[in-house]
């Protein structure tokens, strides 16, 4: 059998719905491959309802993580940057991996658009700022990451999500609230494919995706496809894993910013860095600085919330 | 390269460009270039060339631009062309500082423009002396990002004058070869320590960044020169179980006064590649795993029978012993569904598995491979025995699936196929149980009557009736943690009288 790390053009679809689990297979098979020039690696892959925030994103700004927990949907962090992102199984994940020469996110996108519209009869176009709309909706969300060897470009097709929870998922009523120099995301409004073309189904894109990778890097076959395990590798991607389901990672690593609160009408400004509260500007008689200063932001988030407004 | 392309641009650096491509990695382009002799030394304390803080003036500082007149030893790091007409970048994180020593591919900073999250590492070797931007600054491409204060030493014939202040790390020397190999990364000292020690670089494995190869890993390699791995194996994680035979060897020792002359062999080096390499992670994970192992003998002289009758029936059909006894233990798992279940790496949750996907223990072109037949449960004989077809021959020419290697539940060894009798099978994680079965002999066994009474008239020991049937030895090895000796010992029990009943086996199909 030829091994999951040789290079050339190659489709992997990850059996795996676990979006940590997702994340660090995306990274592990990224760093390990034996990348050739001019040819492309495609990662399939979707996972259970969840939000994913970008490398420099504040996980308070971005997303009602109230909300989230109260669904039992995930939080995760990923390591390529750019905005935050809804999942869930109606919501396709696209990575494609090259090595750092031959890194394209342009072309990429134009041949998912390529592909969707010839196939599925639409009208999707690339913009500016390299998302893929169909009409004045939003259907993708990309991002990159890229190092000495490798890069990669994933980004998120809404098949047929389920919009609602997105909205509510990705709506936060902290964003007044924060000010900081981390990524903010820009809001856009969402459409699913199969809202406007009702045969569009996960099942099909991903069969319509496969097939037209290997035209599009001149395969003549479909052979190398294969549907992948990540339990086979935990092993190798237990490090990435634990690292992205670690509180450290999801919250620690957000760059610094300043929360402010309103209390008895007075506004106080707690300061954050690494996650850790490090000061507090605000009527010293009516808070007590010993139980915060010093604590983690989100081990402490509930009781900051009570004193809003109070 | 990078910075070459821009230091054409700037006159201050032209006359570092030569002497920086020197610096660079060296890689086949440079074929055309006049090897020189240059050393680097070792950032010590005592070295005068790195204390630019140090208020002594120092007699190496002195000789040491003499002889490299041409080199400027600091070097601005310009933020290199990213792609896309990027023009800006937000710097978002800073992984080093003024003052720290970073190592040519040492990461620097991490910038993100729209989206796109770069990682920049170093091209050289040196000292941070300057880092342009804050974090949250708008960084420009082709702009300096950070100054490194390269790290240089003399010439040879020139050092002994210097050491008058003798370093604490011994001086390295390298020579800038045509020819050199692309993919190994050392540095100049390793290498010349390499070259000492007669070892080839490229039987060594590096566990340095990138690979690179470390001195650690030159001293390792001579201590352990028959346990060197390959440089670059992609590592199959694909499981697989051999089914060793136990050995028992009894050497009766021969006193002699002399030994004959004998002339040694060479021994033969060989790095553990490939499907060994992944045995090696694999057997050395189940050794972790409690086993315990249960054998058995079944009368196989019914089913040979049938198959005889079956192959007299119908020249064209070949059916082997193995596709009955998978059949068998999958009905017998049906009762003792906890020996066809999956546990977790910690232990800590059992799953039982709903199919029946049965692995089987292949010698295939690759190596040994236990690809499994899904769902046996829903499957004929028949149907099992195309099944087994089809995997073996895929598996004479290397081209199994991941979907046929992956997903098993149960394992069988077919050792007895080559020889053997008793085993201890390994079990193939995370699955619970595996069975060996060995060859089937004929063998004369006396004949059991049954009713008790004709035993216990005929006291004549010595004189019975025997016949001779068809035997063939089971081992059954199983995760202890989970598997209890009773289970095992009933499931092999049910299977035993599903084999030598095979009649039981085709109504309750």
Known sequence: ?310 | MMLGRYAHNNAALRCATFSLRMLQRPSSSFSQTAPFIYTFKKQTNIVPISSLNHSISHFGCRSFSLSSSRLSSVVQFKLADIGEGIQEVEVKEWYTKVGEHVKQFDKICEVQSDKANVTITSRYDGKILKLYYNVGDTAKVGEPLVDIKLEQGNNIPVETKISSVTPEEPVEVEVLNKTPSVNLLATPAVRRMAKELQISLNDVQGTGKDGRILKEDLLNYKSEASSAKAISTPLKSTPISPPPSPITMKQTPTIKTQPPSTTPVADRNEPIKGIRKAMVKTMTQANTVPHFTYSDEYDMTELVKLRQQLKKQSKDIKISYLPFIIKACSQALNNYSILNAHVDAKCENITYKGSHNIGIAMDTKDGLLVPNIKNVQQLSIMQIANELTRLQQLGKVGKLSTTDLTGGTFSLSNIGAIGGTYAVPVLLLPEVAIGALGKIVRRVVPDEDDDENSSSSSSDDDYCSCRVRSIMTVSWSADHRVIDGATMARFSNELKYLLENPLQLLINQ
């Open chain 1, 1 to 310: 059998m030829k091994s999951i790390l040789r290079g050339g053009n190659r489709v992997l679809i990850s059996k795996s719905t676990n979006v940590y689990t997702n994340l660090a297979l995306e990274r592990y098979l990224a760093e390990n491959i034996k990348h050739q020039p001019k040819t492309r690696l495609l990662l399939l892959w979707r996972n259970q309802p969840c939000v994913v925030v970008g490398r420099y994103q504040n996980p308070f700004a971005e997303s009602d993580i109230k909300y989230l927990s109260e669904k039992q949907i995930d939080l995760a962090r990923r390591y390529s940057g750019g905005g935050t992102c809804y999942h869930d199984l109606g919501n396709l994940n696209v990575t494609i991996v090259t090595t750092r020469e031959d890194y394209n996110r342009k072309k990429n996108l134009h041949w998912i658009v390529n592909t969707l519209n010839e196939a599925f009869n639409l009208t999707l176009h690339v913009t500016d700022r390299d998302d893929i709309f169909l009409d004045t909706f939003k259907v993708t969300g990309s991002a990159s990451r890229l190092e000495r060897l490798y890069a990669y470009h994933h980004f998120t097709l809404l098949i047929n999500s389920y919009l609602n929870d997105l909205r509510r998922s990705l709506k936060s009523e902290d964003q007044m609230k924060i000010t900081s120099k981390a990524t903010s995301s820009v809001r856009s409004s969402v459409l699913n494919l199969a809202d406007r073309n009702n045969s569009i189904t996960y099942e099909k894109t991903i069969a319509l995706l496969i097939e037209k990778f290997f035209q599009w890097n001149n395969e003549k076959t479909t052979t190398s496809c294969d549907y992948i395990d990540p339990l086979l590798y935990y092993e190798h991607i237990k490090d990435f894993e634990n690292e992205l389901k670690s509180q450290k990672f999801l919250y620690q690593v957000t760059p610094p910013f300043v929360y402010t609160i309103e209390h008895e009408k007075q506004p106080i400004e707690i300061s954050v860095s690494n996650g850790i509260i490090t000061d507090i500007k605000g009527n010293d008689s009516i808070i007590d600085k010993k139980n915060f200063l010093g604590q983690l932001f989100h081990g402490v988030y509930h009781n900051i919330q009570k004193l809003n407004k109070t």
